[in-house]
């Protein structure tokens, strides 16, 4: 590695431990503000809020790394620009490409980051707060020890349960009611006690079966009704109120392979496991469009330059949030929806390095 080499990465890692740092700040402060009066009202200690904010910051680093790269890469090369050494650079036979390799290679470690946390770190530290937050601020019962509200759910196209509560220690439901449905008829429903889950199987337990034919009604006690067309897990009914930040990408990759095993939508759930890796690959995908963009000389100086490097990072979340919405509602496909920001960055990208003085 040549001087010139550790200068660029120098000034590449400077910016960007002051962009992480700002924005871990920013998210911070903006949450708390946000949550004060909840945490005053609930009389949490501030042992409590502090342990709080340290699980939150691992997810902040993780959602914030690719804007921190976006803002080093801009102010970084920026910076050159504006003091003419990208061009005395250039002057000496370091090509702008080669500034871009050097920039990718110094990301990789990045990327490996993101996906590190997003696996690991993230989905438990996740979990953990917010079940301080269930428990503590919001006096609510925890979501893996003690019972959980009523619960519904598809089991299959015709098939819909709901659960009056779940107990998952003793994995097992309260008040079950099961009901079969063609075209927009009921034609079958169990009323049970209890639904069981025995032996990798679920069971009804204790219920009454009533048919509904075309011109009669037929009814009958039931003790035990094995229902082997339940395709979920009692872990699944525990993530139930759980969000996909505090699940890694095997657990999604589970659920969703399970809901489409039982004929269920499983949209919103693919969206969100094709996030999971199209956000490692974000960090490659901004370089790609950040040292091109911050290459051009531009009126206004650093002042300048900074407005326009928040103005990108706006537009760039934009593109992201807009691809997960259309992406749930199913207007465009998961991959694309996830894909979407990263697509349309790096097409620019390679159409302003293109354009870009070399």
């Given at each position: 590695m040549t001087l010139l080499d550790r200068y660029i990465l120098s000034a590449f890692a400077r910016s960007f431990f002051f962009s992480m740092l700002a924005a871990s700040?920013?998210?911070?402060?903006?949450?708390?503000?946000?949550?004060?009066?909840?945490?005053?009202?609930?009389?949490?200690?501030?042992?409590?809020?502090a342990r709080y904010y340290w699980l939150y910051l691992p997810y902040i680093v993780y959602l914030t790394i690719p804007v921190g790269v976006l803002l080093a890469t801009l102010f970084s090369i920026g910076g050159f620009v504006y003091r003419n050494e990208l061009t005395a650079m250039q002057a000496s036979g370091v090509s702008l490409?080669?500034?871009?390799?050097?920039?990718?290679?110094?990301?990789?470690?990045?990327?490996?980051?993101?996906?590190?946390?997003?696996?690991?770190?993230v989905p438990k530290y996740n979990y953990e707060r917010k079940e301080i937050y269930r428990v503590e601020v919001r006096k609510g019962k925890g979501s893996a020890s003690s019972r959980q509200g009523r619960i519904y759910l598809q089991t299959s196209?015709?098939?819909?349960?709901?659960?009056?509560?779940?107990?998952?220690?003793?994995?097992?439901?309260?008040?079950?009611?099961?009901?079969?449905?063609?075209?927009?008829?009921?034609?079958?429903?169990?009323?049970?006690?209890?639904l069981l889950f025995v032996n990798g199987t679920w069971a009804l337990k204790h219920g009454t079966k009533t048919g509904f034919e075309e011109r009669s009604i037929s009814q009958h006690d039931v003790e035990l009704l094995q229902c082997p067309q339940f395709k979920f897990t009692p872990d699944d009914l525990l993530r139930v109120n759980?969000?996909?930040?505090?699940?890694?990408?095997?657990?999604?990759?589970?659920?969703?392979?399970r809901l489409q095993a039982a004929g269920l939508r499983a949209t919103r759930w693919m969206v969100d496991l094709a996030f999971k890796i199209a956000q490692p690959f974000a960090t490659f995908i901004i370089v790609l469009?950040?040292?091109?963009?911050?290459a051009f000389r531009r009126r206004g100086g650093l002042v300048l330059g900074f407005g326009l490097s928040l103005l990108v990072c706006f537009v760039y979340f934009g593109f992201m949030q807009v691809g997960k919405i259309l992406g749930y509602g199913g207007d465009l496909s998961p991959i694309l929806a996830a894909w979407a920001g990263n697509i349309v960055f790096g097409i620019i990208g390679m159409m302003l390095f293109v354009r870009a003085p070399k």
């Open positions: 700040l920013i998210f911070v402060t903006i949450d708390l503000v946000e949550h004060l009066d909840k945490f005053v009202d609930a009389k949490v200690n501030g042992w409590l809020v490409w080669r500034v871009l390799t050097l920039m990718l290679l110094a990301v990789l470690p990045l990327s490996g980051a993101v996906w590190f946390l997003g696996e690991t770190v196209p015709t098939q819909f349960l709901k659960i009056e509560s779940y107990d998952p220690g003793k994995q097992t439901g309260y008040k079950a009611v099961l009901q079969t449905i063609e075209n927009g008829h009921v034609i079958e429903r169990v009323e049970a006690d209890s759980i969000a996909p930040e505090e699940m890694s990408y095997k657990d999604i990759r589970s659920l969703v392979m469009f950040g040292v091109p963009f911050a």
